[in-house]
């Protein structure tokens, strides 16, 4: 019996030893593969981590001044064009807008939006003590608390949580679902809040008979997210029709093409308005017997104008945004309610 397991292993081994040479050998190949993946996995992490200071350092070694420090005189119109302008942030009217929602001014188109909401809304006279205001897709804006604390009964109104867009604006913290969201106690003491700001749902695709009588209305760069320019244009004229008294404000800012008069991004998630939009607007509106302010694009008169923040929008400076290949900024249309 030894002899015979002698002379099987004799038989074996020669097999043996060859299979496991091929082993080893494969082993060591497939070693050599893993290492070699290995060192393009640490060169690509090096090169991603190069790149992400140099972004850093492109973005914040960038100079942000203080506004307030180097202010225009008082004298000088204040929010002369209806898109975002660096210059707008250095009048006094800007930075006494900015104390009312609690905030220091700074270079950020959805500050220089409520600012041009309030500075609108508070010029035009509608916002006196007891009067009704609606916003669309309020999100987590303080204007409500403002004008709530100027007397004004508001009617804050966001996207109802069954469509499609709202649970986009939830996850980024952009969607209030009640009350508690709108609460700015260094604005407005939350009993008076309470007191004159309610909270409602609504499509601003399709505007509910409820939402009507008020003296001014608003909403902060919504429009553009109905699915279609048409669908934001149509918006703008039935919430000035259909839920203002005659003689009432609308006051509302979306997306800005910047980049080109010709192409853009007409439907989606979100599109963008070329001038040629904004001016075909302003005619609907005066043709159905509406008074609207100009719409005027200012020039690029500061150095602050030629910024263009990139994803992920970390930037200090953030008036002009790449988005869609399109350079974006922020606008806004005036509409006085004619009939």
């Avoid at 109905?226 to 609308?250: D, W």
């Avoid at 104008?305 to 970390?314: G, H, K, L, S």
């Amino acid at each position: 019996m030894k002899m015979l397991k002698a002379l099987a292993k004799s038989a074996v081994r020669p097999m043996w030893n060859a299979v496991r040479r091929r082993i080893e050998l494969q082993s060591e190949g497939l070693r050599e593969v893993v290492e070699g993946q290995q060192r393009q996995i640490e060169q690509h992490a090096a090169a991603i981590e190069s790149l992400r200071g140099e972004l850093w350092t492109s973005r914040y070694a960038q100079f942000s001044p203080d506004p307030s420090w180097d202010q225009l005189p008082p004298e000088t119109p204040f929010l002369p064009y209806s898109n975002c302008q660096a210059m707008d942030f250095y009048h006094p009217r800007f930075i006494q807008l900015c104390k009312l929602i609690d905030e220091r001014p700074r270079f950020h188109r959805k500050q220089w939006e409520w600012i041009f909401v309030l500075h609108k809304l508070i010029e035009s006279g509608a916002v006196v003590r007891g009067a009704r205001g609606l916003v669309f897709g309020v999100g987590r804006e303080p204007l409500p608390a403002v004008f709530a604390s100027l007397g004004a009964d508001i009617t804050a109104t966001d996207a109802p949580l069954d469509l499609p867009t709202a649970s986009s604006w939830t996850t980024t913290n952009q969607h209030s679902a009640a009350l508690e969201g709108l609460m700015y106690p260094a604005i407005v003491a939350e009993d008076l809040l309470r007191r004159h700001v309610t909270h409602a749902y609504c499509d601003m695709n399709h505007i509910g008979e409820e939402f009507s009588g008020y003296d001014f209305n608003w909403s902060s760069c919504c429009f553009e997210h109905l699915g279609s320019l048409e669908a934001g244009m149509e918006f703008v004229v039935n919430a000035v029709e259909r839920t203002l008294k005659i003689g009432g404000v609308a006051v509302h800012t979306t997306e800005f093409n910047a980049s080109s008069n010709e192409d853009t991004v007409e439907t989606g998630e979100t599109v963008m308005y070329r001038r040629r939009d904004m001016e075909a607007l302003v005619q609907r509106l005066r043709e159905r017997g509406h008074d609207v302010e100009e719409f005027r694009i200012g020039p690029t008169a500061h150095a602050l104008d030629f910024c263009v923040d990139v994803p992920p929008y970390t930037g200090n400076v953030h008036l002009k945004l790449l988005l869609a290949n399109y350079v974006a900024t922020s606008v806004g249309v005036v509409v006085r309610r004619g009939r």
